[in-house]
């Protein structure tokens, strides 16, 4: 069973699921236990961090198709 319940939390993790709401599924008193507790089952957020960046300073095509500010 322990191994399901680290299969279903790092899933979830891999997913984008929140700390937060796995905390709850899990049943844990606190978000900051899971965290230290799944901490090492989270991906690496790099790749995320620099994509979130780009597109947020990547021009937006509207509906014409045109780049606007």
């Known amino acids: ?3 399901l319940r680290q299969f279903d939390a ?3 993790l891999d997913a984008g699921e929140s700390i937060k709401a ?3 599924y899990l ?3 606190s978000p900051g236990f899971t965290l230290r507790y799944y901490t090492h ?3 690496a957020s790099e790749g995320r961090t620099r994509k979130a ?3 947020l300073f990547r021009p937006k095509e ?5 780049a606007t500010a």
């Open 1 to 3: 069973m322990h191994a």
């Open 10 to 12: 790092s899933s979830l």
């Open 22 to 24: 796995l905390s709850e």
């Open 27 to 29: 049943g844990h008193a």
């Open 41 to 43: 089952l989270m991906p």
């Open 53 to 55: 960046i780009d597109d």
């Open 62 to 66: 509207g509906p014409d198709g045109l």
